[in-house]
């Protein structure tokens, strides 16, 4: 059976800015009904990655989305693609009936049926001003904004920035469960890594314009593990490389690339890091090697 055509191809991408250079050459591929996560620090480039994919910026190398290039054929494009950025982006001087008429305006896959529905149940009101809403219902406003977009591809960036943990959770959990399906694709940017790690499909780390990781999470577990050593066992673990390592409440904590499992568990005990334990890892992997120098 051969492979599906990706839904987003990404070949030499660079941009930059006057002399400086924002994005080094990535080379990336998204799959239909994929959820990806693209996670690193403030000035990574990841607005950069988006804004060149949603045809918001120029660039150099080569990008299709859905087959198109997106900054050619924007327009096109935007009909079957949605961006959200965060909550706190939304026209807060608006009526909730004045948003759903700009959005019935502007994205012809917008369903204002669809977020009304979402909507029943809460106590927001279609004459409602955005500012006078709660954060929890400006929350369940954006998500009946994003269900209702009729999209094979979705991008949020930060899309629960400045919401309670109570909230994020379920914004995510409701996507899942009511948006997703096999002709649909999400990609995510987010600080909150660890609240999106079981959803995701497949994970992207950006550092300085470089991604140091692209891969499905099932390739994820294999390829990376984590070992909490004692003081006996300790040398001899790190004969074996690690790729960073930390103490934490007097105990080792070692996580490394490609080393068998059999290995490893003669030494401790081993399990997968989370995606939060692995990013810290991988943004930090030179400074451990000089420590291994040291």
């Not at 660039?59 to 859905?66: A, D, P």
């Not at 977009?149 to 943990?165: F, K, Q, Y």
């Not at 080393?259 to 005990?269: E, I, M, N, R, S």
Request: glycine share 8%; net charge negative.
């Amino acid at each position: 059976m051969s492979n599906p055509t990706p839904l987003v191809k990404a070949n030499g991408l660079r941009k930059g800015f006057g002399k400086q250079e924002i994005l080094h050459g990535l080379d990336f591929e998204i799959q239909p009904g994929r959820i990806v996560g693209l996670i690193g620090h403030n000035g990574a480039g990841k607005t950069t990655t988006l804004n060149a994919l949603l045809g918001l910026t120029s660039f150099e190398g080569e990008i299709t989305v859905l087959g198109k290039n997106p900054y050619a054929e924007r327009a096109a494009l935007m009909n079957e693609v949605a961006f959200i950025s965060d909550v706190a982006s939304l026209p807060r001087f608006f009526r909730v009936r004045e948003l759903f008429d700009m959005l019935d305006d502007i994205h012809p896959n917008f369903s204002r049926e669809k977020a009304n529905g979402f909507l029943h149940g809460t106590d927001i009101r279609a004459d409602a001003k955005i500012k006078n809403l709660s954060k929890g219902m400006v929350a369940q406003l954006h998500l009946a904004i994003v269900m209702a977009i009729d999209a094979r591809l979705l991008v949020l960036d930060e899309p629960t920035l400045g919401l309670d943990i109570t909230y994020r959770k379920r914004f995510y959990k409701r996507l899942l469960e009511d948006y997703m399906n096999e002709d649909r694709t999400l990609l995510i940017t987010t600080h909150q890594v660890d609240e999106i790690e079981f959803m995701l499909t497949d994970l992207m780390f950006i550092r300085d314009g470089h991604l140091v990781l692209d891969s499905p999470m099932e390739d994820v577990g294999e390829r990376y593990a984590q070992l909490v050593v004692g003081p006996d066992n300790l040398a001899e673990a790190k004969k074996l490389k690690p790729i960073f390592e930390e103490s934490k409440f007097g105990q080792d904590i070692l996580i490394f690339d490609g080393v068998d499992a059999d290995k490893l568990d003669a030494l401790g005990q081993v399990s997968i890091p989370t995606v939060s334990d692995l990013f810290v890892a991988l943004m930090q992997r030179e400074t451990a090697h000089q420590g291994e120098m040291i």
